[in-house]
Nanobody
Framework: QVQLVESGGGLVQAGDSLRLSCAVS????????MGWFRQAPGKERVFVAG????????RYADSVKGRSTISRDNARNTVYLQTNSLKPEDTAVYYC?????????????????WGQGTQVTVSS
């Protein structure tokens, strides 16, 4: 059974940084794209960042571009999302997702395993 467990969320102030982690068990991530999505209260879940299977290609939503970095450690079967200069509008539940494809998908259609989410709250 595939499990994704996010960690690293919390309550921070605007301007702070956070690094979210997503540990995957039950399946290797080394041949799959990975993604981070987020869902703010009352809004749909949206793409935040993606990483292709070998880490050579990354993609970011405009809202986090220049502030976020997605990375992976295949030896640890873990993916990370570092976000600096956090803003109140970054407040959301953040989900990591494991794709059934090797390339990045901006939609959730290619992701067949999801974590339970970790709450990030940014106060102004």
């Amino acid at each position: 059974q595939v499990q994704l467990v996010e960690s690293g969320g919390g309550l921070v102030q605007a301007g702070d940084s956070l690094r979210l982690s997503c540990a995957v068990s039950g399946r290797t991530i080394s041949t799959s794209a990975m993604g981070w999505f987020r869902q703010a209260p009352g809004k749909e879940r949206v793409f935040v960042a993606g990483l292709n299977w070998n880490g050579a290609t990354t993609r970011y939503a405009d809202s986090v571009k220049g502030r976020s970095t997605i990375s992976r450690d295949n030896a640890r079967n873990t993916v990370y999302l570092q976000t600096n200069s956090l803003k109140p509008e970054d407040t959301a539940v953040y989900y990591c997702a494991l794709s059934k494809r090797y390339y990045i998908d901006y939609t959730d259609a290619s992701y067949d395993s999801w974590g339970q989410g970790t709450q990030v709250t940014v106060s102004s």
